[in-house]
């Protein structure tokens, strides 16, 4: 069992920065893929971008290459997600969640515990 707890979202205007945190707790959290999903209103949720067990990074979404960066430091058991050049678009909340199938990581339902999300405000 592992629970994840998304800290850093907040309001920011356009252009800034905000680095998101996934905290875990429980076993093994070093073991799992861990990816951060976004859900806008009105649409489905989308993966982000996700890290795998090691630290390497595995996949971006097109609209945030260059813009956001995933990593994560096991001996605190924190997964980050440093976004950059924020635009409105990226308004939303923002979820991380973690994934046990290590090769299924770009399929939503791989993915076995979730955080309740944190909500990142893009102001234009």
């Known amino acids: 069992q592992v629970q994840l707890v998304e800290s850093g979202g907040g309001l920011v205007q356009a252009g800034g920065s905000l680095r998101l945190s996934c905290a875990a707790s429980?076993?093994?959290?070093?073991?799992?893929?861990v990816g951060w999903f976004r859900q806008a209103a009105g649409k489905e949720r989308e993966l982000v971008t996700c890290?795998?067990?090691?630290?390497?990074?595995?996949y971006y979404a097109d609209s945030v290459k260059g813009r956001f960066t995933i990593s994560r430091d096991n001996a605190k058991n924190t997964v980050y997600l440093q976004m950059n050049s924020l635009k409105h678009e990226d308004t939303t909340v923002y979820y991380c969640?973690?994934?046990?199938?290590?090769?299924?990581?770009?399929?939503?339902?791989?993915?076995?515990?979730w955080g309740q999300g944190t909500q990142v405000t893009v102001s234009s």
């Open positions: 969640a973690a994934d046990q199938s290590l090769l299924r990581y770009l399929e939503e339902s791989a993915y076995d515990y």
């Open positions: 429980g076993r093994a959290f070093s073991s799992y893929t």
């Open positions: 890290i795998n067990r090691r630290g390497g990074e595995l």
